[in-house]
Structure formats: C-alpha cells, structure tokens
C-alpha cells in the first residue's frame, strides 16, 4: 500500500497542477487577509480592530478558503486517469482496483493537509507581523490559532476527499470541476448564508468545518451551527461517505 501511495504522490508531482492550484491558492488567501486589514476596524465593514483577538480568528480562518482548490485536485487526480486512459494500466499493474482507490484517498489525505500546512504558515507570516505592528499581542487561546488551524487541516484534507470521490462518481474532469465549484461557491454558500437554511447548512462539510473552528464572533449567520465536536463528527462522517463513494463506483463500473 505504501508503494501505490508513493506511485500517486508521484504521478502528482511530476505535473504543474498541484503548485498553480498552491499558488492560486495563496494568492486568493493573500487578498482575503489584505482585505481584513484594509476593513479593521471599520463598524461599516463588522471587522474587529487588528489588535484584537476577535480579529486574529477571522484572519487566521481566511485559509479555509483553499477548499475549492484542493477539491479541484482531488477530481484531476482521478478523472485524468480516465481522460487519458491511463487507468488501464493502473489497473493492470495492481488488479485489485480497491487497493488503487484506497491508494488515492490517502494520496488525497497528504495532499490536502500539506496544502493546509503551506496555508497555515503563509497566514501566521502575514498574521503576526501584522498583530505586533499594530500594537496588539497574539494570545493562541484567546484567538482560537489552535483550533482554526485543526479545522483548516480537516476541512482541507476532507475537500480533497470529496473530489476523489466526485471525479470518481462522474469520471469527466470537466464536469467534475465544476460540480466541485458549484458546490464551493453556490451550494455550501446558499445554505450557510441564508439563515432559514442554516439548520440544513450546518451538516453540509462547509458548516461541520466552520463549526470546528469555532470562530467566537458574533457575525450573525452562526446560530445554528453544531458544537465543535459535533462538527469534527460530521467531517469524519463525511470521510467515509466520499472514500465508499469513490472505491464503490470504480471498482463495479466498466473503465472503457
């Protein structure tokens, strides 16, 4: 098994893929956090002042923003093998088709939670000299850094799972892709933000991670959300959910 991990991290690797979606990534991040200092402070705007720990939550979670882009290439990672036939040969070299869907997964698993540890630190880079700057001190309890940073790590880790198993449900990169941005950006975003459907939102992966991080500011649109760890529940819940998903809809379908 650790041999077929290998050979995935391995395919990735040697495409340009994994450090565009990197840096698209942390540019995206990178606007978000200029945006939240621009805006601190400001009542009009609802941002806490930068030397406050109310404001260090917000910026520190402006990483769960990466999500759309792992879960893009979760999709690329298993529907380019079917695009370019290549999982004909996969398949031939390990029979067992379980054993390279299983591979995948935790191939997915080390991608997103290096994609997380890479945002993890570009944030801390822009965070803390911020904070200091501005004459504040950077308190991890009071922020909440530990706490953000575990659901960043598991909700990055899990889109990256989702992927996988929706480009292995619908095997077209395209479709796949922007099923994954319709999702991001439209589904988790109708169900999170309007309020009369937060009671639903709050057990979609978006909501169990929010609710993971526990941001402790009042931003109006968090009354519903489940516990901390009702929200690391439903994450794993989910884990599960994608990687049958993925391993039941190869393994019984016809690859040609």
């Known amino acids: 098994m650790i041999g077929l991990v290998r050979a995935e991290l391995l395919k990735l690797s040697t495409t340009r893929l994994w450090w565009v ?6 540019l995206l991040i990178g606007v978000n956090l200029a945006f939240f200092i621009g805006f601190a402070g400001n009542p009009q705007g609802g941002l806490p002042a930068l030397d406050t720990p109310e404001w260090v939550q917000f910026a520190w979670s402006a990483g769960s923003g990466g999500g759309i882009f792992v879960m893009i290439l979760g ?3 298993i529907t380019s093998e ?10 031939l070299t390990t029979p067992r088709r379980e054993r390279v869907i299983a591979a995948k997964l935790f191939a997915g698993l080390i991608v997103g939670a290096l994609f997380a540890v890479a945002v993890l630190i570009f944030t801390a880079l822009v965070v ?54 319709a999702w991001a950006y439209v589904i988790e975003n109708i169900f999170l933000g309007v309020p009369a459907l937060q009671v639903v939102g709050k057990w979609l992966p978006g909501g169990a991670a929010r609710a993971l991080m526990s941001i402790d ?17 439903v994450l794993a819940g989910y884990a599960v959910v994608f990687a049958i998903a993925a391993s039941a809809t190869t393994v019984r379908r016809d690859i040609t």
């Open 128 to 181: 803390i000299p911020t904070v200091m700057i501005a004459g504040g001190e950077l308190s991890l309890g009071e922020s909440r850094v530990p706490q953000i940073s575990l659901g960043i790590l598991a909700s990055l880790a899990l889109y990256t799972l989702f992927g996988i198993g929706l480009g292995a449900l619908v095997r077209n990169q395209i479709a796949g892709i922007v099923g994954a941005v």
């Open 75 to 77: 999709v690329v990672m």
């Open 21 to 26: 979606m990197l840096l698209v990534t942390l």
């Open 82 to 91: 079917f695009r370019y036939q290549t999982i004909t040969g996969t398949f």
């Open 217 to 233: 500011v009042d931003t109006g649109m968090d009354a519903n959300m489940l516990p901390a760890w009702g929200g690391a529940l």
